[in-house]
């Protein structure tokens, strides 16, 4: 089946994340026509994903349908899909429901996954966090371990059933720490009758690097690294991971090899580009980086293709000596860069911006309830004030979450209520 938009200009754009969702939002209402192709039908709102995978909030508070930002928008067309190939002498783009769509621009901004370094054997043992379905299998594994220590009689296999180690000391790993460790010390202090959980519980936290969220400043490093301890988190840096099997994490500190026997391990350490990197590079010939992202031009186009556009944490954009983060406000600002670009295009307006130039709004991450730390270049913040400043900046980027006033409250009457109530989990 071949599908095309009639006589219009017609952007395509794959995958509804925050690259994406950006970039057809600036598109509403244009002189162009969109489809936005994405396999799920909700956009998600990912930098609160270990709150799901720790029972904070529901999966639903994090995720908002597409139709419902952009379905009243009369030239923009979503399809429930995903990209297979690319023809670009024909300019068509392959899907997954043997459709072939036309497209005069392609935006291509499916992100990253988890990347193992080579041994993906370990995924099956240390699930990562990049979607809605790692965060209740996360959820699951975590809850499922005190349910069963809790009925335990052998002190051993308890011991390895209230260990937890999570692996990448980066803003996952280090908020996953913070939220289990409010979990397992406050939570559910006297949740359980036959264990107890502040005493009988060990989280690790195991990085390669010399600190904890090494792109943040070191003195926030250093704080952050406090406040873990001071939660009960034991925070192994400068530790390199060498094997995960039999529910044991193998590393080595120095020329010194350790190991973690534990139940629970959970990966927030390195991405790996989504397949439609090779399947770009097949089709252009264009560069890939070790990982898998798409090294692109200034202007985020591939090679010598003007129309073909790669956004987000799948794009490798170099500015200066230094290539830009894979982080949300990246894509945000990378999507309506090109759509901007796109609309100036068409309507033939010879002065616009042709470069594209990153505004570093800073780094913030939360550790616990009532701690976060927030280098916003112009400022540094710790504590309850850059747990607030996390809360209404990241409030700001929702697009399709109905009232913002609404989300925040609920977000924060969530994250002060103690006791956790989104816990539901099955027993495979």
């Known amino acids: 089946m071949n599908i095309s938009n009639g006589n219009r200009h017609h952007v395509v754009v794959v995958g509804a994340g925050f690259g994406g969702l950006y970039a057809v939002n600036e598109l509403v209402d244009s002189d162009v026509d969109v489809t936005l192709i994405d396999r799920r039908n909700f956009h998600l709102f990912q930098p609160l994903?270990?709150?799901?995978?720790?029972?904070?909030?529901?999966?639903?508070d994090v995720?908002?349908?597409?139709?419902?930002?952009?379905?009243?928008?009369?030239?923009?067309?979503?399809?429930?899909?995903s990209a297979t190939g690319i023809d670009v002498r024909s300019r068509h783009l392959n899907t997954k429901s043997h459709t072939r769509i036309k497209y005069d621009d392609l935006i291509i901004?499916?992100?990253?996954?988890?990347?193992?370094?080579?041994?993906?054997?370990?995924?099956?043992?240390?699930?990562?966090?990049?979607?809605?379905?790692?965060?209740?299998?996360?959820?699951?594994?975590?809850?499922?371990?005190?349910?069963?220590?809790?009925?335990?009689?052998?002190?051993?296999?308890?011991?390895?059933?209230?260990?937890?180690?999570?692996?990448?000391?980066?803003?996952?790993?280090?908020?996953?720490?913070?939220?289990?460790?409010?979990l397992a010390y406050k939570t559910f202090e006297k949740h359980f009758h036959n264990i107890n959980t502040k005493?009988?519980?060990?989280?690790?936290?195991?990085?390669?690097?010399?600190?904890?969220?090494p792109s943040f400043k070191e003195s926030l490093s250093e704080v952050t690294r406090g406040y873990l301890t001071e939660m009960g988190?034991?925070?192994?840096?400068?530790?390199?991971?060498?094997?995960?099997?039999?529910?044991?994490?193998?590393?080595?500190?120095?020329?010194?090899?350790?190991?973690i026997e534990a139940k629970t391990i959970l990966w927030g350490a390195g991405v790996m580009a989504s397949v439609m990197g090779k399947i770009l590079s097949d089709a252009t010939?264009?560069?890939?980086?070790?990982?898998?992202?798409?090294?692109?031009?200034k202007d985020f186009t591939v090679g010598e293709h003007d129309n073909i556009f790669v956004i987000g944490d799948l794009a490798r954009f170099k500015e200066g000596s230094d290539f830009l983060p894979g982080v949300a406000t990246v894509a945000m600002q990378s999507g309506e860069f090109v759509a901007k670009l796109i609309k100036n295009r068409v309507g033939n307006k010879k002065n616009y911006k042709k470069e594209f130039k990153y505004k570093n709004k800073g780094n913030l991450a939360v550790i616990g309830r009532n701690k976060a730390v927030a280098d916003l270049g112009f400022m540094t913040s710790k504590g309850f004030v850059a747990w607030l400043l996390w809360i209404f900046i990241h409030i700001l980027y929702l697009i399709g979450f109905g009232s913002k006033v609404s989300v925040l409250t609920k977000w924060a009457l969530s994250y002060f209520n103690q006791d956790k109530g989104n816990r539901l989990i099955f027993i495979k």
Not at 240 to 255: A, E, P, R, S
């Open 49 to 60: 994903l270990y709150q799901v995978a720790t029972g904070t909030i529901s999966a639903t």
């Open 109 to 182: 901004a499916t992100g990253v996954s988890h990347h193992y370094f080579g041994h993906y054997e370990w995924q099956k043992n240390a699930p990562g966090l990049k979607t809605i379905e790692d965060a209740l299998e996360m959820r699951r594994k975590i809850f499922t371990a005190f349910e069963l220590a809790e009925n335990e009689s052998d002190p051993v296999r308890r011991k390895q059933l209230l260990t937890f180690v999570i692996v990448g000391g980066g803003p996952t790993g280090v908020e996953l720490a913070g939220a289990l460790a409010d």
């Open 233 to 259: 988190v034991e925070v192994l840096t400068s530790s390199l991971v060498t094997d995960i099997q039999n529910d044991t994490v193998f590393y080595k500190i120095g020329d010194e090899s350790k190991k």
């Open 285 to 297: 010939g264009v560069e890939l980086d070790s990982v898998g992202r798409v090294v692109v031009n």
């Open 63 to 81: 995720s908002a349908p597409i139709r419902s930002i952009f379905g009243k928008k009369e030239n923009i067309t979503v399809r429930l899909d």
């Open 199 to 213: 005493k009988e519980c060990s989280i690790y936290l195991i990085e390669g690097l010399p600190n904890v969220l």
